[in-house]
């Protein structure tokens, strides 16, 4: 019995939901369209390039929760579950958290995407435990600031090393699925690292250290790796 933890966005979704959340925010017409979409399309694009500022990001994608009820929120996040994120869920991914619990393992996602986002997604895939960056409630009204160590480089490290303390759980036997450098750190600390439709960085590192490189896009999960 041994943890098993995801990344998700591009991981066990199809798409990146953080960059998802912030087009449906524009399409919806409940942010400025030209600044809001491309500001996020460049914090995107930072992202993958390994430059992303996490707070700069943070202080961007936080700021329309602060400015909007939560009312307002709650309805708008259900709309964009089931018309954004349930189309790009993927059934190897779904076979792929079947195998690791039929193993009698323990589930993890571990995301940079703030929590009011990620919590439903996770929630559909039926897996308990969630870290992911933590937007800052105060009576029912979120301040656009971060709560804690924001989920994201070393930062996922940090998070999880906090959870292992808390929980008693460990990382004998660990695995970590991700398709991202900027999982590095995480990648390097467990015992079973993953590639998962990796990007080039990822990919060539994943290749010059013999990790498996997996595609959770394919019509059937490959489970050859759990030799």
Same mark, same amino acid.
């Given at each position: &019995? ?7 966005d591009n991981t ?24 809001? #979409?491309?500001? !996020?399309?460049?914090?995107?694009? $930072? ?13 961007? %994608?936080?700021?329309?929760? #602060?400015? !909007?009820?939560?009312? *307002?929120?709650?309805?708008?996040? %259900? ?17 792929? +958290?079947?195998?690791?619990?039929? &193993? ?18 996770? !929630? ?5 435990? /969630?870290?992911?960056? +933590?937007?800052?409630?105060? #009576? ?8 804690? =160590? ?13 959870? /292992?303390?808390?929980?008693?759980? *460990?990382? $004998? ?8 450098? !900027? ?5 390097k600390l ?6 998962? *439709?990796?990007?080039?960085? /990822?990919?060539?590192? #994943?290749?010059? =250290?013999?990790?498996?490189?997996? %595609? ?12």
């Open positions: &019995m041994s943890l098993a933890i995801f990344d998700l066990l979704l199809a798409n990146d939901s953080d960059y998802l959340w912030g087009q449906f925010l524009v399409d919806q017409k409940i942010v400025d369209a030209s600044y809001y #979409a491309q500001e !996020n399309e460049r914090f995107y694009q $930072e992202y993958k390039q390994g430059q992303l500022d996490i707070m700069e990001f943070l202080n961007f %994608s936080l700021k329309p929760l #602060a400015d !909007n009820t939560l009312e *307002n929120l709650y309805q708008w996040r %259900s709309q964009f579950i089931t018309e954004v994120i349930q189309p790009i869920l993927l059934e190897p991914a779904r076979e792929l +958290i079947s195998k690791h619990q039929q &193993m009698g393992d323990t589930l993890l996602v571990i995301t940079a995407t703030n929590q009011f986002v990620t919590e439903p997604i996770v !929630n559909l895939y039926g897996i308990k435990h /969630l870290l992911a960056t +933590i937007p800052e409630l105060i #009576a029912d009204r979120y301040t656009g600031k971060v709560s804690g =160590t924001p989920c994201f480089q070393e930062g996922k490290v940090a998070r999880l090393q906090q959870w /292992l303390q808390d929980t008693g759980y *460990n990382l $004998e036997g660990s695995w970590f699925y991700s398709d991202s450098h !900027n999982d590095l750190p995480l990648l467990v015992d079973h690292p993953v590639a998962v *439709n990796p990007d080039d960085v /990822l990919k060539q590192y #994943a290749e010059q =250290t013999n990790w498996p490189i997996i %595609s959770l896009r394919e019509q059937r999960c490959p489970v050859h790796h759990f030799k």
